[in-house]
């Protein structure tokens, strides 16, 4: 299949798994444990109706909004991705040109193949960096500065990754750091040409934010022992707060699955957070990430934005996050998807279908500006206006039945 013949991104994903190694597709397309938490995120969002209405003037539609007040062509972000190099050669350098291109926020991993430099010197554009908090204070010290001086105007601080979830088919593949080198691995890589031709037309292959930047990493090998120890177990909300002093611009905290945790969030100065359960990657069991949305929506009302990651396959799925109140929705697997299909236009490839679908699911709904979507947009709104939704299968409560008259 061409790219031009991708229609959606289950497309794309059919695609990529033709062209990446597998132990790198399946590091992007798994979860942790049973992956039920990854499962739930897509099929409870499928579950959610929306509510067509007619006659309706649709001329002059607009995807236009804001996010943590910087104004966007659709309220869509390219989410922080781990590893996204090894899914093509410089994919964190694709996926910023396309952001850049489109009007939507990149927001870089701590964990990327392509560093923050290598990032702001191919991209002349304002980009966001996702950290995670590890307990060599000033290594993270630093990391906070280069993004800082590389200019990027948002800093999504993650707090769900203290410790790893256990990914099975990462373990089953030999996928550590570095990968576990042997036939499988080989023969993993020589199915894939393509791949490696382009793979050998790139220095960037490691961990670029930390190889050469924290004490005692100078190689793939010295990383593996790094980070088995690093992620702070310790981090708490004090640790956040100092951290939110500390960067001079949009702070932004993903991981939010629970109310009160929001308000924490808020209480520190957030100016965002995003609702998450890190893909279904972490605790699996934990509920979807649309089936808490609204309840987190309302627990923090206007005092802050929040934003969705979780699932989303279609601009049919951002609706329904706007729909449930989200003020911006991120978008982590679908990229990648894109990315391994065809690199820098695969990745265009994908934002097109997620745009075109949201425009027309939007005119579908009855709506011209994409600000307005609303809880009207959902065939249950009624019942919408008190969060419904069950964790993981998306289940409603059942009403006890009325008794009787005698």
């Not at 991981?255 to 990657?281: E, L, T, Y």
Request: charged content about 25%; proline content about 3%; glycine content about 10%.
């Amino acid at each position: 299949m061409r790219l031009d013949q991708a229609l959606t991104i289950a497309d794309l994903k059919a695609m990529a798994r033709d062209r990446v190694p597998r132990m790198f597709f399946d590091y992007a397309d798994s979860g942790s444990w049973t992956e039920s938490t990854y499962r739930w995120n897509s099929e409870d969002l499928q579950k959610i109706r929306l509510e067509q209405r007619v006659a309706v003037n649709l001329s002059g539609r607009s995807l236009e909004s804001e996010m943590v007040g910087r104004k966007v062509s659709m309220p869509v972000a390219i989410a922080p991705t781990g590893l996204t190099g090894m899914q093509h050669a410089d994919g964190e350098i694709h996926g910023a040109r396309v952001a850049a291109e489109l009007g939507i926020p990149f927001v870089l991993s701590t964990m990327s193949i392509c560093s923050i430099e290598a990032i702001a010197q191919a991209v002349k554009h304002p980009f966001w960096f996702q950290l995670y908090v590890m307990r060599d204070v000033d290594f993270v010290e630093n990391l906070i500065s280069r993004a800082e001086n590389a200019g990027c105007d948002a800093l999504v601080l993650t707090l769900d990754l203290q410790i790893l979830g256990q990914r099975h088919k990462d373990i089953r593949n030999g996928l550590g750091v570095p990968p576990k080198r042997g036939l499988k691995m080989l023969s993993q890589l020589l199915a894939r040409p393509r791949w490696c031709m382009d793979m050998l037309g790139t220095k960037n292959r490691s961990f670029g934010n930390i190889v050469g930047h924290a004490k005692g990493v100078s190689d793939m090998t010295s990383l593996s022992t790094w980070t088995t120890e690093q992620f702070d177990l310790e981090l708490n909300w004090e640790k956040a707060e100092k951290l939110r002093k500390r960067w001079p611009r949009k702070f932004i905290v993903k991981g939010i699955m629970n109310a009160d945790d929001a308000r924490m969030a808020v209480k520190i100065g957030a100016d965002a957070i995003i609702v998450s359960n890190h893909g279904g990657r972490q605790l699996d069991g934990a509920p979807s990430s649309i089936s808490v949305l609204r309840e987190i929506v309302e627990a923090v009302g206007d005092k802050v934005e929040v934003h969705f990651d979780g699932g989303i396959t279609g601009g049919q799925d951002v609706l329904r996050a706007l729909a449930l109140g989200a003020k911006g929705t991120y978008i982590g697997r679908a990229w990648l998807y894109g990315l391994g299909a065809g690199g820098e236009a695969g990745v265009r490839r994908a934002l097109e279908i997620i745009r075109r679908e949201l425009d027309l699911t939007m005119a579908f709904c009855g709506e011209r500006d994409v600000k307005n979507v609303g809880l009207h947009n959902l065939h249950e709104h009624r019942k919408l206006a008190k969060p419904v939704l069950a964790g993981g299968a998306g289940k409603r409560r059942a009403k006890p039945a009325a008794k009787k008259k005698r």
